[in-house]
């Protein structure tokens, strides 16, 4: 490790590279079966926030016969000097090889992430294409919400584990192990592998095209599922959950204990994959989740206990979770926040807990400026619940708020825009109005409004999405809107978003896209400073294909998408009702209320149980 020694003295943030951080897995690798390489497709500061990176870490490394270490996607500065040092890309436990692990799994967690897959694969001598691999490489596999549209990336994969990834990740090695021991061959493994329940392997499937590019055929052979069932974890309550996490000597994204308190929501707003594609709404018990967070706080020593979910304000017990976890968490100074709060279900009984220690401002996500489009997109929130909302929030104390929106939302008007700055006006006043609020402060209210992508698996997956000139051209009307001094607006690059969308409803075809724009030097494309429009408009154009023609048409409802090789659990028909919901402006009851018989399987509509 001399090699690394002399180059980690000369680049930026070295901790990044060192691994040795409190909390990491030593074990003996010769002591081992099976030797996983967990790879984070971005920056060690981004992936060591993510929690399914936590959650498997400590999975695998539970089995005495595994080993699973962390690797993520250097700097450019780092990759350039292991180049000139001729050093492969490294695990950070072990220093080892990229190439010497069994399984390199990769976390799929954004579209824009794709060319670092091939950047990671570059940078350890792995061939890009899983044909192009023999039995001397390692196992290339991923998981994560990308996996159910993995199209673009299918050829670069061996497999694909879809869904829940405890049960499968388990059964996965368990299968490798046992195939390994006699004698390993590709192959058959993967033959094998495509049996268990969730798991996906591209190669086992055939895909044929229309002359109008649309796919003509899926066809599964060797014995494959005719189309790959989604795992969903059963007993969420009880699984596994880590009692401890690897604590970075750096500074990351998120530097926080966090518990996973109900995976899936029972919402449905219609523009929301993640929203879909984790149902049902599983919750832990309070008793559990407080236990968990103790452990986690007394073994990590963080000072903030994050409760995750996709909408932790739902979670059914969140109250007398709260209590329980305050019993403790005041006295040791550690503070409570909730990343995901429904307007509508913010209280002040909820206020006055997440403010315990430290107080940050409090954000909010209306999504659309117009109850119209709030209908639309069935986001169940009205107009006086979020000044409701603003209210409890200002008597609490805060004087900062930031509310999330969405532009080029299917039947999207101006007005719907406008209405975003009216709203924003309207909580201004509140503030000033509300005579219990901290004097001598003034309101600090940003509103970010992203571009909205059409993500499979939801009522909008046959929607067009906007241009990049019509997504300008609201941004500089929005922009242009008067308002009061008190509201920033900021908006996302709308290029970023075209790509987004490209690669969301994308088919096997951009395969090549994705080696081409890599090749010409895309990577880190989710960073402003390294993405490039013209780089990949120029990569499709060069394969034959179009953005237009992934992003910007409508579909018809019975065209066969790239991604109905996979049953993620959500029917077609449940989807379709949803989209013509959409248009006649319906809204939708929550799970909760009503079963809209999704397909996510609970037992007589009782949401979670199954
Ligand atoms: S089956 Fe019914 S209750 Fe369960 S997630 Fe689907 S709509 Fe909700």
Sequence with gaps: MEKLDKI?????????????????????????????????????????????????????????????????????????????AGLSLFSLETKSPLRDFDIVGFTLQYELSFTNILYMLDLAGIPFYSKERDESCPLVVGGGPCAVNAEPIADFFDLFMIGDGEEVMNELIDLYKSCKLSGFNKREFLIKAAGIEGVYVPSLYEISYNDDGTVAEIKATNGAPKRV????????????????????????????????????????????????????????????????????????????????????????????????????????????????????????????????????????????????????????????????????????????????????????????????????????????????????????????????????FTPFQWEPQDSVEELIEKQRYLRELPRSKKISVSTHKPYVSAIEGVFARGDRRLARVIERAYKNGAVFDSWDEYFSYDRWIEALKAEGLTAEFYANRRRDFDEIMPWDVIDACISKEFLIREAKAAHEGKTSPNCREKCMACGAGCKNGRVGEL
């Design 229 to 456: 069932k989604r795992r969903i974890l059963k007993d969420f309550s009880g699984a596994f959950y880590p009692d401890s996490f690897v604590v970075p000597y750096s500074e990351t994204v998120h530097d926080r204990a966090c518990i996973e308190v109900m995976r899936g929501c029972m919402r449905g707003c219609r523009f929301c994959q993640a929203g879909y594609i984790y149902r049902p709404l599983r919750e832990r018990s309070a008793k559990r989740n407080n236990a968990l967070a103790r452990e986690l706080v007394k073994k990590t020593g963080y000072e903030e206990m994050s409760l995750l979910s996709l909408s932790t304000s739902d979670y059914s017990e969140l109250e007398p979770l709260l209590d329980n976890l305050y019993s403790w968490t005041d006295e040791e100074k550690t503070s409570i926040s909730l990343p995901s709060l429904r307007v509508d279900s913010f209280t002040s009984k909820i206020r006055d807990k997440i403010t315990g220690v430290k107080k940050s401002g409090l954000t909010f996500a209306p999504e659309a400026g117009t109850q119209r489009l709030r209908d639309v997109i069935n986001k169940n929130v009205t107009e006086e619940e979020l000044r409701r909302t603003a209210d409890i929030a200002f008597s609490g104390g805060y004087t900062s708020l930031k509310l999330y929106f969405m532009m080029g939302l299917p039947t999207e008007e101006l007005s719907d825009l406008a209405g975003i700055i009216s709203l924003a006006g309207e909580i201004v006043d509140l503030f000033y109005k509300n005579p219990n609020r901290q004097k001598g402060r003034s309101l600090a209210l940003s509103a970010s409004v992203s571009c909205f992508v059409p993500k499979p």
């Design 8 to 84: 980690l003295a000369s680049v930026q943030k070295p901790a990044r590279y060192t691994g040795g951080e409190f909390g990491e897995v030593i074990k003996d690798i010769n002591g081992v079966d099976v030797r996983f390489a967990f790879c984070f497709p971005d920056s060690y500061d981004i992936g060591m926030s993510h929690l399914g990176m936590k959650l498997l870490y400590s999975l695998i490394n539970a089995r005495e016969d595994s080993y699973c270490e962390r690797v993520f996607a250097p700097s450019l500065e780092m990759a350039e000097k292991m180049r000139e």
